[in-house]
């Protein structure tokens, strides 16, 4: 078990479908990340959110929308993905820069 | 840019021995190092961080080293067992005025104990 929950464990969806990621956790912790790794790779950062406003953005298409409601939530919402977009998508949270980063299991994502 | 290399890629060992991962960075201006293990289909769980002031950190049988200026890291697992068996990933962070709290990770070393 992880202290980063995050649901649902799997997703199937189509391209023209909407949907969300959630991430939760309790830690108290006040940086929260979003990762896409694919299979074999190592993840990478999608989006770095510091007190509830988004720090970094690494250039993910705006298919990819985050959104951080509260600090124990992170969001990421889904819309008219690719085939490509298919992975395992992490979230991960963090006390601040010297403390390590906590890892949910990741959504199992899959684009028909 | 930061580049993370992880050597080897993949390892298989025998139960019981003693084993060593490899991890170099290419800038040494870091501000921590942490070691995560992966399980197939599962998030990532951290093994060990280290302080860039800081020369090695021990948790049961892991033990991972860092030196800065040669921008590597080592992790020692001492008498490995089959339940060992995962992907090993390090991670570096570099300094917090670089890139914000960005993990720049390496590729992995799949490591297999066999019984």
Request: aromatic share 8%.
């Amino acid at each position: 078990d992880t202290e980063v929950t995050q649901t649902p464990k799997h997703l199937v969806m189509g391209m023209t479908n909407k949907k969300s990621l959630k991430c939760e956790q309790h830690m108290g912790h006040r940086a929260m990340y979003w990762y896409k790794q694919k299979a074999k790779k190592p993840p990478e950062l999608m989006f770095v959110y510091s007190y509830e406003k988004l720090s970094i953005n690494e250039s993910v298409p705006s298919r990819f929308s985050p959104e951080c409601p509260n600090s124990s939530l992170l969001n990421l919402h889904l819309h008219a993905l690719q085939p490509e977009d298919s992975a395992l998508y992490l979230c991960a949270s963090s006390q601040g820069a010297r403390q390590p980063q906590h890892f949910g299991d990741g959504t199992r994502l899959s684009i028909l | 840019k930061q580049e993370v290399t992880q050597i080897p890629a993949a390892l298989s060992v025998p139960e019981g021995e003693n084993l060593v991962l490899n991890c170099s960075f290419t800038d040494s201006a870091i501000y921590n190092l942490q070691w995560f293990r992966q399980d197939p289909g599962k998030g990532l769980t951290s093994l060990l961080l280290i302080q860039s002031s800081q020369r090695e950190q021990t948790s049961g049988r892991l033990n991972a080293s860092l030196d800065k200026s040669s921008g590597r890291s080592t992790l020692y697992i001492a008498a490995s067992q089959p339940g060992d068996s995962a992907t090993y990933l390090c991670a570096v962070k570099d300094s917090l005025f670089n890139a914000g709290n960005m993990l720049t990770f390496g590729g992995g070393t799949r490591l297999m104990v066999k019984p």
